[in-house]
């Protein structure tokens, strides 16, 4: 996300990222990720149960694992793990009056939407 915050903030669109660490981490995750936007934390993850998000028991499924070797040849590196590692997530638009015309939830760690797709979305729903 960090590097399409122009293309986010040019929708015009508000970004808030969600996670599931105690709020004492969430400055400790902005510093290893390099995040300066919205970061707020659901430590009993009411929202991702509220939007059906997956939680599966095994967490080391075959395609976490090609996701995970694919973001270590990128470059990308596991950091300190804070709250919940097995919970999935996903991504959610939402309109200012409470409309979701975008719901996309990852079936495995590192499923991501095409993020092309995701700045459409977001561009509909702050026109709407």
Same mark, same amino acid.
């Given at each position: 996300?960090? +590097?399409? &915050?122009?293309? @986010?903030? =040019? @929708? *015009?669109?508000?970004?808030?990222?969600?996670?599931? *660490?105690?709020?004492?981490?969430?400055? =400790?995750?902005?510093?290893?990720? +390099?995040?300066?936007?919205?970061?707020? @934390?659901? #430590? &009993?993850? *009411?929202?991702?149960?509220?939007?059906?998000? &997956?939680? #599966?028991?095994?967490?080391? =499924? #075959?395609m976490t694992l090609l996701r995970a070797a694919q973001a270590f040849a990128q470059g990308h590196r596991q950091v300190r793990t804070m709250g919940d590692t097995a919970q999935l997530g996903g991504v959610v638009v939402v309109r200012p009056d409470g409309e979701m015309p975008y719901r996309r939830i990852s079936s495995y760690a590192g499923d991501h939407p095409p993020f092309d797709e995701v700045l459409a979305a977001m561009s509909a729903a702050a026109r709407s």
């Open positions: 996300m960090r +590097h399409e &915050k122009a293309r @986010t903030d =040019a @929708t *015009g669109a508000d970004v808030v990222v969600v996670g599931n *660490g105690a709020p004492q981490f969430i400055e =400790a995750f902005r510093e290893d990720v +390099h995040y300066d936007g919205k970061l707020v @934390t659901d #430590p &009993k993850r *009411g929202a991702y149960r509220l939007l059906e998000m &997956k939680r #599966p028991r095994l967490a080391a =499924a #075959p």
